[in-house]
């Protein structure tokens, strides 16, 4: 079953000129479901290869007006396409039809059914072979996250082992693989662990939505196939983002690290701001770029990798309410930008960053010609500088240095 996300928003606040605000649209097998829907999130669809799908689902992770905006809107182009029975349902924390009834008169009269559902944090809804949860995040007193998650699958049946024990094909290996036990000709009982592998754990996705770096939040994204993070800061904004219940990049590869999901990706508008970042930084993820969840999740590189960094104990160190008090971008770039290293995915080149921030050196990060990794990038004259530090503090199976 394909699982993957496309980010359709991953600017905060506003539109850019290249990013709209939060829209993330989820696809699993032909199920669309989307999170969140920012202004102008149907022409995001529409520009994209996917089009405007007729979504049955949009979930809100709050009403800030930078996450739902681009609703009305959208609902009524569904109606527009003359929708009179499938129906639509809008998600969200408590005060959704408190926001429905203010939408109202924008909205006038819908011609399909449209249902309007208020979760709890930790309330579940049963989707067959997945579920989609509800969780606390700090961003509010309401605001939500949202858990996919695909429950265990059995093992791989193993045909060499069920051939050796006389197992026939057909029948007695369905039953097999529904759990039962089988008697073969020989009279012996072979049972379901004597030929499947171990169970496969199922598939979990994690979207935080707005939030300050949280405990929550961590407990949520444990042992996530893909945690999609909020990061609208740099650290040298620490404190607009503690006064605005944010993240800062830092903190959301922070909580990424503590969970540890395979990959992480952060909506990280801060670093698109001209001359934030010295370097004009260009970071994963883009709007309209997808991220797949490999079908199993044995098979997920950097995993191994991200389970290694806990523990090296960052962990002990990061804690709510954490402040960052470096200023790391002291120097003005001027000097021309050299590759450093290549880093897997955004969190580690984030790890990388913190390391070269603390040794005095600004970085940038463009993304890399390959899927899902990201350049780190240093002014040529601290590259050498800038290697060391690197070196004494990762392992040298972590990094694929490229001089
Ligand atoms: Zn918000």
Same mark, same amino acid.
């Given at each position: 079953?394909?699982?993957?996300?496309?980010?359709?928003?991953?600017?905060?606040?506003?539109?850019?000129?290249?990013?709209?605000?939060?829209?993330?649209?989820?696809?699993? =097998?032909?199920?669309?479901?989307?999170?969140?829907?920012?202004?102008?999130?149907?022409? @995001?669809?529409?520009?994209?290869?996917?089009?405007?799908?007729?979504? @049955?689902?949009?979930?809100?992770?709050?009403?800030?007006?930078?996450?739902?905006?681009?609703?009305?809107?959208?609902?009524?182009?569904?109606?527009?396409?003359?929708?009179?029975?499938?129906?639509?349902?809008?998600?969200?924390?408590?005060?959704?039809?408190?926001?429905?009834?203010?939408?109202?008169?924008?909205? =006038?009269?819908?011609?399909?059914?449209?249902?309007?559902?208020?979760?709890?944090?930790?309330?579940?809804? !049963?989707?067959?072979?997945?579920?989609?949860?509800?969780?606390?995040?700090?961003?509010?007193?309401? *605001?939500?996250?949202?858990?996919?998650? !695909?429950?265990?699958?059995?093992?791989?049946?193993?045909?060499?082992?069920?051939?050796?024990?006389?197992?026939?094909?057909?029948?007695?290996?369905?039953?097999?693989?529904?759990?039962?036990?089988?008697?073969?000709? +020989?009279?012996?009982?072979?049972?379901?662990?004597?030929?499947?592998?171990?169970?496969?754990?199922?598939?979990?996705?994690?979207?935080?939505?707005?939030?300050?770096? +949280?405990?929550?939040?961590?407990? *949520?994204?444990?042992?996530?196939?893909?945690?999609?993070?909020?990061?609208?800061?740099? +650290?040298?904004?620490?404190?607009?983002?503690?006064?605005?219940?944010?993240?800062?990049?830092?903190?959301?590869?922070?909580?990424?690290?503590?969970?540890?999901?395979? $990959?992480?990706?952060? $909506?990280?508008?801060?670093?698109?701001?001209? =001359?934030?970042?010295?370097?004009?930084?260009?970071?994963?993820?883009?709007?309209?770029?997808?991220?797949?969840?490999?079908?199993?999740?044995?098979?997920?590189?950097?995993?191994?990798?991200?389970?290694?960094?806990?523990?090296?104990? *960052?962990? +002990?160190?990061?804690?709510?309410?954490?402040?960052?008090?470096?200023?790391?971008?002291?120097?003005?770039?001027?000097?021309?930008?050299?590759?450093?290293?290549?880093?897997?995915?955004?969190?580690?080149?984030?790890?990388?960053?913190?390391?070269? $921030?603390?040794? =005095?050196?600004?970085?940038?990060?463009?993304?890399?010609?390959?899927?899902?990794?990201?350049?780190?990038?240093?002014?040529?004259?601290?590259?050498?500088?800038?290697?060391?530090?690197?070196?004494?503090?990762?392992?040298?199976?972590?990094?694929?240095?490229?001089?």
């Amino acid at each position: 079953m394909d699982l993957d996300v496309v980010f359709l928003g991953t600017a905060a606040s506003m539109p850019t000129a290249q990013r709209g605000p939060a829209a993330l649209l989820v696809r699993r =097998g032909s199920e669309r479901l989307l999170f969140d829907c920012g202004e102008g999130t149907q022409r @995001q669809l529409q520009r994209s290869a996917i089009g405007l799908p007729d979504l @049955q689902e949009i979930f809100l992770t709050h009403f800030h007006a930078d996450h739902f905006l681009g609703l009305p809107g959208m609902l009524k182009t569904f109606a527009l396409r003359g929708w009179d029975e499938t129906p639509l349902t809008v998600y969200g924390p408590r005060g959704l039809r408190e926001l429905f009834k203010r939408l109202h008169p924008f909205l =006038g009269r819908l011609p399909y059914p449209l249902a309007v559902v208020e979760l709890e944090a930790g309330e579940r809804l !049963e989707r067959g072979d997945y579920t989609i949860e509800g969780f606390a995040v700090e961003h509010g007193p309401e *605001a939500l996250g949202y858990t996919i998650v !695909e429950p265990e699958r059995p093992g791989r049946f193993d045909v060499d082992a069920a051939d050796a024990l006389g197992v026939p094909d057909g029948p007695a290996r369905g039953r097999l693989q529904a759990g039962e036990e089988v008697t073969v000709d +020989s009279g012996r009982t072979v049972t379901p662990a004597d030929v499947l592998g171990e169970p496969r754990p199922g598939r979990r996705l994690v979207l935080t939505g707005d939030t300050a770096p +949280s405990p929550l939040v961590v407990q *949520a994204a444990h042992d996530a196939d893909l945690l999609v993070h909020e990061a609208s800061f740099l +650290s040298s904004e620490a404190e607009r983002a503690r006064a605005t219940m944010h993240s800062t990049a830092a903190e959301a590869a922070e909580v990424a690290r503590l969970a540890p999901p395979a $990959r992480a990706h952060s $909506r990280l508008a801060a670093l698109l701001r001209p =001359g934030a970042c010295g370097g004009g930084a260009r970071l994963l993820p883009r709007d309209g770029r997808p991220a797949r969840l490999r079908p199993d999740r044995g098979a997920v590189p950097g995993a191994r990798r991200a389970a290694a960094r806990q523990g090296r104990g *960052a962990a +002990s160190t990061w804690r709510i309410g954490h402040r960052t008090h470096r200023s790391p971008y002291h120097r003005a770039v001027m000097s021309a930008m050299v590759q450093l290293a290549t880093a897997g995915d955004v969190a580690e080149a984030e790890e990388m960053q913190e390391i070269l $921030r603390k040794a =005095g050196i600004d970085s940038s990060l463009e993304q890399s010609a390959e899927e899902d990794a990201v350049n780190v990038l240093v002014p040529e004259a601290d590259r050498e500088t800038a290697q060391e530090a690197i070196e004494a503090l990762t392992e040298p199976d972590d990094l694929t240095s490229e001089p």
